[in-house]
């Protein structure tokens, strides 16, 4: 079954390689900010897509429960054994852009540094939206197009693409920086209404970074984040915003679809079978797998 292409951190070091040894401190710090902000004070169901090893997953303390969503098995095992198994957290490692689950099952959802991997960005945001319920908040991060540095490289003619255009820009495979105003066009076709804007990390310069305590650049890019409500020249921007009124309320009871055919699935670990199309979704060691296309190493 063809779907975009996914970016696949199978096997990845990322939580150790990039953020406790990557340098990171600020970049998690200010984004810790972010999330305090927008995040609102309770909710019941939270879906966290592109969760990865759970860097944030204990910011969302407000929810009753979490639900776990990345692409990558080793990712959900690396977040389980970092906040363990319970009623709290459910973790599913499935394809965006087929998420599992029925129309209209949560009250809330964050993506956070994950849509600069989507290849059809419209198309992601749409899936999110079709799983929330009427007026839920989501959260999502986005790499900025428009940031200064970019702008200043292309100005200096050390930059070919442009930074004012509305085409996303592909600066490695599947790794995407977006326009605002493509965002905005994207999210408002997906169902979304905005609702508030934070830019974060107006200092990610390792100059910076290396000379000036990381609690004196949070408290400052804390200060600037609200400017994001009148312009957007950060690398890094935060969206809050609801889902409309008009979508379904999940019925009692119903939590997974076939990824498939859309099919409503009984939660019967180790395998859940679609009675619709005759897929069979395996769940191993709490983690529940609903690729169509999983690697090949985890066939």
Known sequence: MQTPPVCNYEGSDY?????????????????????????????????????GAGRN????????????????????????????????????AADIYRLPFVKGLFDGATMIRTLHHMAEPALALAQVCRVLEPEATFILEYANKRNLKS???????????????????????????????????????????????????????????KTLPVRLLVAVDALLQPTGGLFQLTPSVFLRARALKTGVKAPQGAFFACPACAAPLDDTPPLIHCPACEKQYPVIDDIYDFRLNPPAEDD
Request: hydrophobic letters at 40%.
């Open 57 to 92: 997953t204990s910011r969302y303390s407000g929810y009753a429960q979490v639900t776990l969503l990345d692409f990558s098995r080793t990712q959900l095992e690396q977040a389980k054994a970092r906040l363990g198994t319970g009623e709290r957290y459910r973790y599913i």
């Open 151 to 209: 702008i200043l490289r292309y100005l200096l003619g050390r930059q070919k693409w442009s930074p004012y255009t509305r085409e996303a820009v592909e600066y490695i495979p599947l790794n995407f920086d977006f326009h605002p105003a493509a965002i905005r066009d994207w999210m408002d076709g997906a169902g979304f209404i905005l609702e508030r804007a934070l830019t974060v990390s107006h200092f990610r310069v390792s100059f910076l970074k």
């Open 15 to 51: 939580q150790t390689s990039f953020w406790e040894k990557g340098g990171r401190d600020y970049e998690d710090g200010c984004e810790a900010v972010a999330l305090k902000r927008l995040l609102p004070a309770a909710g019941s169901r939270l879906l966290e897509l592109g969760a």
